[in-house]
């Protein structure tokens, strides 16, 4: 995360977020935390977090790393150019 905005992957200003959602009864009021524009928005109160496109592609990136580790998946070579024309 970058205060300069056009160094975040959204290429906008960083957001104050609250964890614990106002609209949840956070009454402190004051936010805990800067989430990327995009991310935050993605977030809402909370409800959806196990959902935002950042944390599945994290853990589709983590079970794929896990599967090629394990074996299940393999790095095949590249075909020769002959082969792969044919």
Avoid at 2 to 14: K, M, Q, S
Avoid at 20 to 32: E, I, L, M
Avoid at 35 to 44: I, P, T, Y
């Amino acid at each position: 995360m970058y205060r300069e905005p056009a160094n975040n992957p959204d290429g906008r200003a960083l957001h104050a977020d609250h964890t614990r959602a106002r609209s949840k009864g956070n009454t402190a009021g004051a936010a805990d935390r800067l989430l990327h524009d995009l991310c935050n928005k993605q977030r809402g109160d909370g409800s959806r977090d196990h959902r935002r496109p950042a944390l599945l592609a994290a853990r589709q990136r983590d079970a794929e790393r896990r599967r090629r580790d394990e074996g299940a998946l393999v790095n095949w070579p590249e075909l020769p150019a002959l082969i792969a024309s044919a």
